[in-house]
């Protein structure tokens, strides 16, 4: 390797980290901006950031395809970590320019996201399927042009009350006996990704998914 090659690796943030073609995005959903910070619509923004201090501590601070982003090694699969700032109901705008990018196929775009259907601290994976009425799952859709992506769904909790306003709920804040239901959740949906961009989806929904 040339020195010129070696500087440019350094200026990538990629030197010792990643090596081998890029073949798959993992994307967390959530909004951008302090205010949506720790609320129950950011649960894929939390799962993005447990998976990523699970690579080693990588940081999601690269600005590229509309979104905070990092190169990292899951196991020995060379990954983009995505954590899209269009707001939540853009978020496919950001995950498909990505793909188109690198040219990776929408089977090998794994989004995780909050679910209000499971309570806080289960996991449902899914190989593909319907947005079941979740905004950023239908731009994800209408963007990559097909249901065909695998999912990880972290439970944030129903409605405390059928009159609960659902967009208060979701940009509601967890709270403390959430968070401490959430995060055994975060750490095993950050498993179940190293697992699923590995190959073993199987392994991942026997362990993971309730």
């Known amino acids: 390797m040339g020195i010129f090659d070696l500087f440019q690796q350094i200026e990538s943030g990629s030197a010792g980290r990643v090596h081998g073609k890029l073949t798959w995005i993992v994307a967390g959903l959530g909004n951008p901006g302090l205010e949506y910070e720790h609320t129950r619509h ?3 923004f939390l799962a993005v950031e447990e998976l990523a201090k699970q690579c080693g501590g990588v940081k999601l601070n690269q600005m590229k ?3 905070n982003c990092c190169e990292a090694m899951l196991g020995e699969v060379r990954c983009l970590l995505m954590q899209p700032t269009t707001y939540m109901n853009l978020s ?3 995950i498909a320019a990505a793909a188109n990018f690198y040219k990776i196929p929408p089977e090998q775009v794994l989004v995780i996201y909050d679910d209000i259907s499971l309570p806080p601290g289960k996991l449902r994976l899914r190989r593909k399927g319907s ?3 979740h905004n950023g799952i239908k731009s994800i859709i209408a963007q990559l042009g097909t249901e065909e992506f695998p999912r990880i ?7 405390p009350n059928p009159q609960y306003d659902l967009a208060d709920w979701v940009l509601s804040k967890f709270s403390e006996e959430d968070m401490t239901a959430l995060q055994p959740a975060l750490e095993h949906a950050a498993d179940a990704a190293v697992k699923i961009v590995g190959g ?9 998914s309730h």
């Open 153 to 159: 769904r972290v439970g944030v909790g129903a409605k």
């Open 42 to 44: 950011n649960a894929g």
């Open 131 to 133: 947005a079941g009425g």
């Open 65 to 67: 395809f509309q979104s």
């Open 92 to 94: 496919g705008d950001a």
């Open 200 to 208: 073993d989806m199987n392994t991942a929904m026997n362990l993971y």
